[in-house]
């Protein structure tokens, strides 16, 4: 196969014509707000197989590749709405682009690539095992999430214990949510148990939930999409 490279307004898609994608992110171009920009900024380059992939779409000048589920652990906490997809790739060569289509498609057809992911199939970013927030700081060691909860936290946050340690193996889900500002706009990482209730708290009052700090969301999507491979290998 040909393979090609496709430079789009935000980043660079190469395909090596055998089974491998390589974005590369550029986070300045205009048009991004803050927190998109510094997401891809941070990522710099990533690596996806042919076999995270459910699709390639072409439309008008874009690129969009659909990821399978389950495939990316960055995905599944970050979701498409929150920063937007960060799989579309506007403004490339359409002419390039169909190649890349047709190609990856004969490809995704001779492996016969389900629809759902067994495992991730792309790694998470890293980080640390450590995550300061404003009411709490998180940490992964034996097995275990543990929250610490700051001396300003209340009482119902310290509810369940202070430190208040999980096992991981019981962790079903991992939600986070940017800071946007204003008045319950702070952004916040929690998980959700078997032992969950359907009816949540605010997440500042949430045992299990760490408000983050101001100007730490990447870190904490960072942190969340890494937990996320632990509780899900």
Same mark, same amino acid.
């Given at each position: ?8 307004? &935000?980043?660079?898609?190469? %395909? ?6 390589? *974005? ?52 599944? $906490? ?12 506007? !403004?490339? =060569?359409?002419? $390039? ?6 190609? *990856? ?6 492996? =016969?690539?389900?629809a759902a992911a067994a495992r991730w199939l792309l790694a998470p970013p890293a980080a640390p095992d450590r995550l300061e927030g404003r009411d709490a700081t998180l940490s992964v060691a034996s097995g275990q999430l543990t929250f610490a909860y700051h001396r300003g936290a209340g009482r119902r946050k ?5 430190? %208040? ?10 939600? %986070?949510?940017? =800071? ?7 952004? &916040?990482?929690? *998980? ?24 730490? !969301? $990447? =870190? ?10 632990? *509780?899900?290998?």
């Amino acid at each position: 196969m040909a393979g090609g490279e496709l430079t789009s307004t &935000y980043g660079t898609v190469v %395909w090596d014509g055998v089974g491998t994608l390589r *974005i590369r992110y550029d986070g300045t171009r205009p048009g991004l707000d803050p927190l998109a920009g510094s997401l891809r900024t941070r990522l710099g380059e990533r690596v996806l197989p042919v076999e995270a992939l459910q699709s390639v779409e072409v439309v008008g000048n874009g690129l969009r590749l659909v990821l399978r589920d389950g495939a990316d652990p960055l995905q599944a $906490v970050s979701g498409v709405d929150v920063l937007g997809d960060l799989y579309d790739f506007p !403004d490339v =060569d359409r002419a $390039v682009a169909e190649q890349v289509r047709r190609e *990856i498609r004969r490809t995704l057809a001779r492996r =016969d690539v389900p629809a759902a992911a067994a495992r991730w199939l792309l790694a998470p970013p890293a980080a640390p095992d450590r995550l300061e927030g404003r009411d709490a700081t998180l940490s992964v060691a034996s097995g275990q999430l543990t929250f610490a909860y700051h001396r300003g936290a209340g009482r119902r946050k310290r509810a369940l214990g202070n430190p %208040w340690s999980v096992p991981l193996d019981t962790i079903l889900d991992v939600e %986070w949510r940017p =800071d946007r500002g204003g008045i319950g706009g702070r952004g &916040y990482l929690r *998980i959700r148990t078997g032992r969950t209730p359907l009816e949540r708290p605010k997440p500042k009052h949430d045992p299990a939930a760490m408000v983050t700090r101001r100007g730490s !969301d $990447v =870190d904490a999507l960072f942190f969340a999409a890494r937990l996320f491979t632990r *509780i899900r290998p």
